[in-house]
């Protein structure tokens, strides 16, 4: 598995309780930790990145909201800032930016 960490040091941690798991030493979910520990956190989505990231799929508002399960007013009010993407909504934000619309779909 390929992960993009936080540092060197997390990054041959991750290495090494990864060779662990593929020897049967570390289950799966310890494993699932050390993924979660090493892995960089979610980016921040503020207005101007959705609205950004939306234009660059070549996407209207009713269809990203209908891609992340949530309304075409929530999507409005994030792209003018009255409101910020959730938890949830960032990570599906986070792997459309990273992986494409196909990653979600």
């Given at each position: ?6 540092s060197r040091i997390l990054e ?67 792209e003018v800032g009255d409101k910020r993407p959730s938890g949830p ?17």
């Amino acid at each position: 598995m390929t992960t993009k960490t936080k540092s060197r040091i997390l990054e041959a941690v991750h290495e090494s309780a990864s060779d662990l798991h593929r020897l049967g030493f570390i289950d799966k979910r310890k494993m699932q930790k050390y993924d979660a520990l090493c892995l960089e956190p979610v980016r921040d989505y503020d207005a101007e990145k959705v609205k950004a990231l939306r234009e660059r799929l070549h996407l209207s508002q009713a269809v990203l909201a209908s891609v992340l399960n949530t309304s075409t007013s929530t999507v409005r009010k994030w792209e003018v800032g009255d409101k910020r993407p959730s938890g949830p909504s960032q990570k599906l934000l986070d792997i459309l930016e990273r992986k494409g619309l196909e990653a979600v779909l």
